[in-house]
């Protein structure tokens, strides 16, 4: 059957061996899977997206989700991380402005830089296309100051795709799309991760203060920040976010069906398959993400043809997926019982808690529900 992105796992070479061999452990601790976002480096898969004539694999969204899916079935910390990194890649390769571009994309490509998104703030939440924070003149160049919240890989990335609003700003709409280099000192991540899922992602509120901002590490053009979060970055973390909610439900339809297949009732002989009530959960959860899997497909083939369809196509997809793994893995918390509830029988506890981190993450479900909404209507999303 062929693969519903179209592309097969096969004609990448993801690192899945080392990804699953951690992924219990980076869970348990909370730590940064470095091992496997050096794995991804040395394969060349940071630099997935990036063009081959800076040294990257030259792929496009099918490569992406594909890959996005797989590592997110053995460790959802890293997925997010990477869904994070190739985002923020594909932000600063729209750029016609970053005067290192070309330097920063060349050295992902060879797994020597990792970058991040940090859009969402304090003072405007999950709505991450709101920025709060101003972009100040100064001399040839800018100044800015902000509370960042919840930016993935905070400690560990080489830099951040950052927003604030541009100089004279009459909303937060016209903001600019800058590059923030984390060596500088007024980069400041504020704590380490301690959540309920996503345990190993390195998320942290981070402050900037003070920050010089040069017209050279602009991405955006000055008040049209809102063109790259909504037409580049939006739709690669969505599509990349509903990839990763169908790992996890991968993950959880195997690890049912191997708990109901080889455990059973000594004083009957019979397995827990025997169960009808049983099989008919995990029947369920496979529909479930079979029929999520095949509108990302969809979705995919509009993304291609640049259809006028596409975007409400992208919200719908993240849409169905996040809810998908909420579903998929409550009934196989169901279906498992205890073994599920436990950590130490199978995986679907930490499955179950890295599932529901997509619910609440920006654009959060009530977001989408309404930009859905709105799409359908005719309405303008802002």
């Known amino acids: 059957m062929p693969h519903p992105y179209g592309l097969e796992p096969s004609q990448l070479s993801i690192p899945i061996e080392v990804v699953a061999r951690n992924g219990a452990d980076v869970d348990k601790r909370a730590r940064f899977p470095q091992e496997s976002i050096e794995s991804l480096g040395a394969a060349g898969l940071l630099g997935l997206t990036v063009s081959s004539e800076l040294g990257?694999?030259?792929q496009g969204p099918r490569a992406f989700c594909v890959a996005a899916e797989e590592l997110a079935r053995a460790c959802a910390s890293t997925a997010m991380i990477y869904v994070m990194h190739t985002a923020a890649v594909q932000a600063i390769s729209s750029s016609k402005l970053l005067a290192d571009r070309d330097a920063i994309l060349r050295a992902a490509a060879k797994g020597k830089h990792l970058s991040t998104l940090s859009l969402s703030e304090k003072g405007s939440r999950s709505q991450f296309w709101a920025p709060v924070s101003k972009l100040t003149a100064k001399g040839d160049g800018f100044v800015t100051s902000a509370a960042k919240s919840w930016v993935t890989s905070a400690n560990f990335a080489d830099s951040y795709v950052s927003?604030?609003?541009?100089?004279?700003?009459?909303?937060?709409?016209?903001?600019?799309?800058?590059?923030?280099?984390?060596a500088a000192a007024e980069v400041r991540p504020q704590s380490a991760f301690d959540g309920l899922g996503l345990r190993g992602n390195d998320s942290s509120p981070v402050a900037l203060e003070g920050l010089a901002v040069s017209r050279q590490d602009l991405i955006s053009e000055p008040g049209k920040g809102a063109e790259t979060m909504l037409g580049v970055i939006l739709p690669w973390f969505a599509i990349g976010t509903a990839a990763m909610a169908?790992?996890?439900?991968?993950?959880?339809?195997?690890?049912t069906a191997q708990h109901l297949s080889s455990?059973?009732?000594?004083?009957?002989g019979t397995a827990l398959r025997d169960l009808?009530?049983?099989?008919?959960?995990?029947?369920?959860?496979?529909?479930?993400?079979?029929a999520s899997r095949a509108l990302l497909g969809r979705t995919l083939g509009e993304m291609e043809s640049g259809s006028a369809e596409a975007p409400l196509f992208v919200l719908s997809a993240r849409r169905a997926a996040l809810e998908g793994a909420l579903e998929v893995t409550d009934l196989a918390l169901k279906a498992c019982g205890g073994a599920a509830f436990s950590r130490q029988a199978t995986p679907i506890e930490r499955l179950f808690r890295d599932a529901r981190a997509g619910w609440v993450m920006a654009p959060t479900v009530d977001h989408l529900d309404d930009f859905i909404g709105k799409a359908l209507t005719g309405l303008p999303l802002f």
């Open 163 to 182: 927003s604030a609003q541009a100089p004279g700003a009459q909303s937060p709409l016209e903001s600019t799309i800058y590059l923030a280099r984390t």
């Open 263 to 268: 455990t059973g009732f000594e004083h009957t």
């Open 276 to 290: 009808p009530q049983l099989r008919a959960r995990l029947a369920q959860m496979s529909v479930r993400t079979e």
């Open 246 to 255: 169908h790992g996890l439900c991968r993950a959880a339809v195997e690890a």
């Open 56 to 58: 990257g694999l030259g």
